[in-house]
């Protein structure tokens, strides 16, 4: 038997405000909060096949792009629209090196992690 990514962890500043985003972007909502740590996920909570999230109140600063990123896709409109929805959500563009050329769009969550749009449609 092989492991599962089941939770993905996450230091941030404000862990309300990033979970307020996230669920806002994947559909996911709180599961559980505990001290200052929130953790977020599909609605049918943890063990599914989407792993939940935890954001876990750090004062360290973020030190340059993070070598880990998400990738996300719209699963109910297409790239541009969805870039719409992210954006007004709290997203911003953010420039990691790409020429323009990409077929996916890099954007920053409100305290600046990286994670990118991609084209294709999922379900």
């Known amino acids: 038997m092989a492991c599962r990514i089941t939770e993905l962890v996450l230091d941030c500043r404000d862990p309300d405000r990033l979970a307020e985003f996230w669920c806002e972007v994947l559909g996911f909502v709180v599961l559980d909060k505990e001290g200052d740590d929130i953790e977020i996920g599909p609605p049918e909570g943890f063990g599914g096949l989407q792993p939940t999230m935890i954001l876990s109140r750090s004062d360290d600063p973020k030190n340059g792009k993070l070598r880990l990123h998400f ?9 541009d629209a969805e870039l719409e929805r992210l954006l007004a959500a709290g997203a ?11 077929s996916w769009v890099p954007l920053a969550d409100p305290e600046g992690n990286e994670f990118c749009l991609l084209r294709a449609r999922v379900t």
């Open 92 to 102: 911003r563009p953010v420039d990691v090196g790409q020429t323009g050329e990409e």
């Open 71 to 79: 990738d996300v896709n719209a699963t109910d409109r297409d790239q």
